[in-house]
């Protein structure tokens, strides 16, 4: 039976930095991983140089305890332990990355690099039949996806779920990368449209009248419905190393639909426009 709580694991680059140490008999402390202490120390030993070595140990007492204090606010600040295992200080190098205006810039010019334009998404380019190709080497695809979980669903039909989840997480090896991707977005009118031209070309009486009604109808649908009422729309891509291992993925999929559905009851294969379009909502959103 699967759990109802997960741990975040620990990473895969791990290392004897990450040992934790306590220092304290009894547990009365909690223990702190070595890379924490190690901190620590650099930053008394910094401190201690600053003071005495630099242009700071001619300032008066009253700069130099300010001083003091700030670093040691800092110090405790940047050496805070997230849930990942990952000291705060670690983001500073990203954060002076992303100073600089170059790069929070990235040029569309026809005459401009298009590789950083690329390194956006990271698709090199989509075949028609939706095969993409990312900029890694890796090559995947994109679904249409409709679940069934729910927050109105029963216990029962929860821990079933989550147990049909969890045996589907199992047969995944580490070839394949499933990435869900949920948005809010206009509701897809196109399969009503689809049947309405249907009911159109199936007319055995050809009314000028009916057509104005029918004209009207599909205007609803697309300019009421299909721009004024949202839903949520779930996307799933499968990255996988190469064609092979995509394919083994693609069949774990289909398998679970067809045998079960309590974890995607249907999936629709996207194609290349299809899969366009939807990055296309994902970035302009995010603009």
């Given at each position: 039976m699967s759990k109802s709580h997960y741990k975040i694991p620990n990473s895969l680059d791990r290392s004897l930095l990450d040992q934790e140490i306590s220092l304290s008999k009894g547990g009365a402390v909690r223990p702190i991983p070595l890379k924490v202490i190690l901190f620590y120390l650099c930053s008394l030993l910094g401190l201690f140089w600053v003071i005495s070595s630099t242009f700071v140990k001619n300032a008066n007492a009253g700069l130099i305890f300010l001083f003091v204090v700030w670093w040691v606010a800092a110090t405790v600040y940047f050496s805070v332990y997230s849930k990942t295992k990952e000291l705060r200080a670690m983001g500073v190098p990203a954060l002076l990355n992303y100073m600089p205006k170059a790069s929070r810039k990235v040029m569309t010019r026809s005459t401009s690099n298009a590789s950083e334009f690329y390194g956006i998404a990271g698709v090199r380019r989509v075949d028609h039949d939706g095969r993409i190709e990312f900029l890694d080497g890796t090559v995947g695809q994109s679904y249409l996806v409709v679940g069934s979980a729910s927050i109105l669903v029963f216990e029962a039909d929860m821990r079933a779920m989550l147990d049909r989840v969890d045996s589907f997480y199992r047969k995944i090896d580490t070839s394949a990368e499933f990435i869900w991707l949920t948005m809010k977005e206009p509701q897809q009118v196109?399969?009503?449209?689809?049947?309405?031209?249907?009911?159109?070309?199936?007319?055995?009486?050809?009314?000028?009248?009916?057509?104005?009604?029918?004209?009207?109808?599909?205007?609803?649908?697309?300019?009421?419905?299909?721009?004024?009422?949202?839903?949520?729309?779930?996307?799933?891509?499968?990255?996988?190393?190469?064609?092979?291992?995509?394919?083994?993925?693609?069949?774990?999929?289909?398998?679970?639909?067809?045998?079960?559905?309590?974890?995607?009851?249907?999936?629709?294969?996207?194609?290349?426009?299809?899969?366009?379009?939807?990055?296309?909502k994902i970035y302009a959103s995010a603009d």
């Open positions: 196109l399969t009503q449209l689809a049947n309405m031209e249907r009911r159109n070309l199936d007319l055995e009486v050809r009314d000028p009248e009916l057509f104005a009604l029918m004209d009207e109808q599909a205007s609803i649908l697309t300019d009421y419905v299909g721009k004024r009422f949202s839903s949520i729309h779930q996307y799933l891509i499968i990255k996988a190393d190469n064609d092979e291992a995509l394919r083994r993925n693609q069949s774990l999929l289909y398998a679970e639909v067809q045998d079960s559905g309590l974890m995607v009851k249907t999936c629709a294969a996207l194609d290349g426009p299809a899969f366009t379009t939807m990055m296309r």
